[in-house]
């Protein structure tokens, strides 16, 4: 059994703003539960997709809006970008202000595992890479936009490679 220990979600905030954000967040509605989907086969038989809060995107793609958050520091971009599952370092941008986005350019496979995703496939963990993968901008107060548009854009996009099961990359 796995010993539990606490987030702490603020460690790396001004006090300040630590205090304004947790007020915020803690003020709306947080779902009474949260949905669970079963994979429909095993892992072994699953194509499975990454999904990466980093604010990675490739050229010739646009890089995900900083300087609007810069402008008004409580909005953040809720676009989404398509990462190729060949993408190495040398491939991407990362454009997120909240995290050192040095440690990504060095290894990808800190915010974007794609080549341990690989080894796994490889060892038949998985049946298969999926051909695409995706970021978006982790730092969202209002996901309004990014649940009304990016995220179904991004599961269509999903079923249409067949992908039967998502990690989710947090940064």
């Not at 790396?12 to 539960?33: G, M």
């Not at 890479?129 to 209002?142: E, I, K, N, R, T």
């Amino acid at each position: 059994m796995s010993e539990a220990f606490e987030v702490d979600s603020w460690r790396f905030l001004p006090p300040r703003l630590a205090r304004l954000l947790q007020t915020r967040i803690d003020a709306t509605s947080a779902p009474a539960s949260i949905p669970f989907t079963p994979l429909a086969a095993p892992l072994s038989a699953t194509r499975i997709a990454l999904l990466s809060t980093a604010g990675i995107s490739c050229p010739p793609d646009p890089p995900f809006d900083m300087d609007g958050e810069r402008t008004n520091p409580m909005w953040g971009d809720p676009s989404w970008r398509r990462i190729a599952a060949t993408a190495t370092e040398a491939d991407i941008e990362v454009n997120h202000l909240h995290i050192d986005t040095g440690y990504i350019k060095r290894d990808l496979d800190v915010a974007l595992p794609l080549r341990r995703l690989a080894q796994l496939a490889a060892a038949r963990e998985i049946a298969s890479v999926a051909p695409s993968h995706y970021s978006v901008m982790g730092f969202q107060l209002d996901a309004t936009a990014q649940l009304a548009e990016s995220a179904p854009a991004i599961a269509a996009s999903m079923l249409a490679e067949e992908v039967g099961g998502a990690v989710l990359a947090p940064v």
